[in-house]
């Protein structure tokens, strides 16, 4: 809807052709005689329309035994707010709605009148730029705002098990042990504190949330920290936020909780 408001935006009435009533569908129309990539999405909206008209016209009773008897030909349903900007939303799911403004942006003097915002130098060209990252996106499966910590993967699932699970160890104890660092008494408690802190924060950033993402995660990989010492188990993992790729490993005693006497 924002799209079509920028591309209607001080639209030449001359542009809008004899199509008035449907002023983006005479826009692309009139792109796609001299556009190629244009005239291939005027193909594709027409026929969608087509089909969106024969089920229209097609009685429930007839519906139900094509939706029976034949799968081979499936008529996309489109919701009214689909059909509404279906001309945007095919080039857009097509990738290529970029280009297209782009391709209006250069010839704006054709469609549109000086002072319209894309016959802008500056914001024209931005519209067409910020079209890119949409475009470069696969519309397959509908996707809830908060999809990235509500469905994590089967894999992750398992991984969170064997991490949080109390009989996935044979030296664990009945209860699950307190996510804390068993204290020393020839030491403070000021930097065991801290480890354990920083041990509980790393177990619940393994979680999808709001501000991280968990990417990839994987048990009991070995790493060996100096020349005399044995690999130890921990688990590796890559978060994802904002700005930054984190990757992170924790021995499996520190995710445990339990440290011992080992440094």
Known sequence: GVVEACLLHMLKRRA???LRTDKVAALFTKI???YAIAGDICKKVQELQQQVESRKNQPNGQESLKRQGSTTSKTPVLTPQAIKHIWVRTALIEKVLDKIV????DNCSKYYEKEALLADPVC???LASLLVGPCALEYTKLKTTDHYWTDPSADEL?????IHGVHGRQDSPSKRPALGIRKRHSSGSTSEDRFAASAREYV???HQNSRTHLLYG???VLVQPKDDLEAIPGYLSLHQSADSLTLKWTPNQLMNGTLGDSE
Request: hydrophobic share 30%.
């Open 204 to 206: 619940e950033s393994l």
């Open 16 to 18: 809008a052709g004899f």
């Open 32 to 34: 796609g005689k001299t």
């Open 102 to 105: 782009q391709y209006i942006v």
């Open 158 to 162: 398992v991984q969170r098990h064997r």
């Open 218 to 220: 994987k048990n009991n």
């Open 124 to 126: 024209g060209p931005i």
